[in-house]
């Protein structure tokens, strides 16, 4: 019979916990979605095509959590602030932005822990993007 080597599940990322990449693109898919519609977010993204940022924002993700690091293979260092300061990301698309993302992480089915985490980290993520005074 074979056994499960020892230390194995404390030492999965929180990227495999979750399901790997497959949990990352349905995530980002699912908020793209959203965003696809929303009066407000869909103009600040430059391109026409929503499948790049889409797939930028995937790779990230995947990094952050402790999966592959082909975000920064394809892109350098995050710098996300930096990253950001072209668009105005104030109160409003903040609030937009987590609108569309807490959708998304409701349509994982996440165990509670994983979505608590996951979430916390987003809120507080988008909170450190908030580039104007209001
Ligand atoms: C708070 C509201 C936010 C708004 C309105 C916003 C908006 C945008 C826009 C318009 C882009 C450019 C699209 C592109 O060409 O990639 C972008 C890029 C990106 N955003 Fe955000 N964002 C927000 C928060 C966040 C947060 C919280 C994260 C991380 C958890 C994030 C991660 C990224 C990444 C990784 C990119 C691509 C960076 C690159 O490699 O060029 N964003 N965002």
Same mark, same amino acid.
């Given at each position: 019979?074979? $056994? ?5 599940? %404390?030492? @999965?990322? +929180? /990227? *495999? %916990?979750?399901? &790997? $990449? ?8 699912? +908020? !793209? %979605? ?7 977010? =869909?103009?600040? /993204?430059? $391109?026409?095509?929503? &499948? #790049?940022? *889409? ?7 995947? @990094? !952050?959590?402790?999966? #592959?690091?082909? !975000? ?6 995050? =710098?996300? =602030?930096?990253?950001?300061?072209? +668009? ?27 979505? =608590? @985490?996951?979430?916390? /980290?987003?809120? !507080? ?10």
């Amino acid at each position: 019979m074979n $056994e499960i080597p020892r230390g194995t599940l %404390q030492e @999965q990322t +929180f /990227y *495999e %916990q979750v399901g &790997g $990449e497959e949990t990352f693109r349905r995530l980002v898919h699912l +908020f !793209y %979605q959203g965003v696809a519609d929303d009066p407000l977010l =869909r103009p600040m /993204y430059p $391109e026409e095509d929503l &499948g #790049p940022a *889409e797939e930028r924002l995937t790779l990230f993700l995947i @990094q !952050y959590w402790g999966g #592959p690091r082909t !975000y920064s293979d394809n892109r350098g260092h995050p =710098r996300l =602030r930096m990253r950001h300061a072209p +668009f105005a990301v104030d109160r409003a698309a903040h609030d937009a932005w987590l609108k569309h993302m807490r959708a998304a992480v409701d349509g994982l089915g996440l165990a509670p822990e994983h979505e =608590r @985490q996951l979430w916390d /980290y987003l809120v !507080y993520a988008a909170a450190s993007m908030v580039n104007t005074a209001e």
